[in-house]
């Protein structure tokens, strides 16, 4: 049996870093869904390997706390490992440690099982019982669990985006990091070069799908605190509590 | 001295694939500016080099001709040289190398070193007599040199985007590679589900900027053949000529 904790490096190459010469959130969250998606491949319950039952992981929720982003040319290492498997839900959690060993963040994801011809989630522990053999319960992820998320009433939007090819993943859904990379684009340059995103939180509620076109509305918390609420038509898409430092 | 050739390895994470699970044209496009960065840098005139000097290097042409997209998971060699030094142009070649050994496709590039001060072309050779060392004339690069690209004349734009803060990158200018990105997804996802691109030839005119409104105007000039023009208001920022297979 491979061990629970699974563990994958990366490396900061210059096209992953903004102007800060860092990685950006956009790419660390790329990193941590290739990171479970190998780790669940290896471990017989991959996309390609459920996508036989016609079923499929489905991104819920990703909440992820980075004190320190890693910089250009460094290598960053990325270790994943399930915390609970319960009947309609499974949370994975990640720790993010740079090339001096340093741990640097940490996120925790929850997802679903969704039978593919009805849409409906499916029951995990009876579906798949030997994915309980991998829960690594003891394994510390020192992030709140996330609180809801309110909806952002408004009437013009902040920013507007059509789903377009490059948002289409290998999964030929929207991709969950491009919901991501739009939503923080909504901030001016000069944010980013007095502070840097501390916390992020999504939680996903609809599907984009390629021609949607897609409104963010933003509201502003608290001096660090924002809410942006990604929409089609009146319904969420997604939305996400975004908090700098 | 090092060699003339540089070699670099890059890995086909799932995040930089299309749902043809290959790797995409922007992210070829991504690897070859990756690859010269290094080269140069390896060899005392890279970014952060020249920048001492107030000289920066900026990408004039790009002309990239790919057979067969490598898969996901798979290794790519991406090998890059210098072919020209002339008095306000630099030549550097690529070849990009599969998993197998196999050749998969070429990429030239046309580059000009701009006095960041005064913005103006400066003499490569006069200014950096060791780059002529580095020049490999006998390696083939088998890529046609670029013709012109037809302006666009059109009223109505295909489609529109502002620059945003994933469009800046290290160098704290529109990322060309980002350019690309923009421009294929003016394309419906049904064509990359029938075809691939296989030649891709861009000219950079003028400089996007943070906020800047860009507009994309497309002529199909035969079946498999697109011009697109990038423009910010009259003024075209690139054009860029597809060809698909």
């Known amino acids: 049996m491979l061990p629970k904790i699974g563990s994958f490096k990366f490396h900061i190459e210059s096209y992953v870093c903004d102007f800060t010469e860092k990685a950006t959130l956009t790419v660390m969250s790329r990193f941590l869904l290739d990171a479970a998606s190998i780790h669940a ?54 720790c993010f440690i740079d090339q001096s060993g340093k741990i640097i963040g940490y996120a925790r994801t ?3 099982a969704i039978d593919m011809q009805t849409r409906r989630p499916i029951d995990i522990p009876a579906w798949r019982p030997d994915m309980l053999q991998y829960v690594e319960p003891e394994k510390q992820c020192p992030i709140e669990k996330m609180s809801k998320i309110p909806m952002v009433d408004g009437v ?28 923080i684009n909504i901030f001016d340059l000069s944010i980013f070069k007095e502070k840097f995103i501390r916390k992020f939180e999504i939680v996903f509620l609809a599907e984009g799908l390629f021609g949607d076109k897609l409104k963010l509305y933003m509201q502003n918390l608290s001096e660090n605190e924002y809410i942006i609420d990604t929409k089609k038509g009146e319904e969420s898409v997604c939305r996400s509590r975004i908090i700098w430092k």
């Open 41 to 94: 491949q290896q471990r017989g319950f991959g996309y390609e390997q459920i996508s036989k039952d016609n079923v499929a992981w489905v991104l819920s929720r990703l909440s992820i706390q980075i004190e320190e982003y890693p910089d250009h040319n460094q290598d960053l290492t990325v270790e994943t490992w399930i915390e609970t498997v319960s009947r309609f839900f499974t949370q994975r959690c990640f």
């Open 156 to 183: 013009d939007p902040h920013m507007g985006y059509t789903v377009r090819y490059s948002d289409i993943d290998i999964n030929k859904h929207m991709n969950s990091a491009k919901y991501i990379e739009h939503a």
């Open 110 to 112: 929850i997802w679903a």
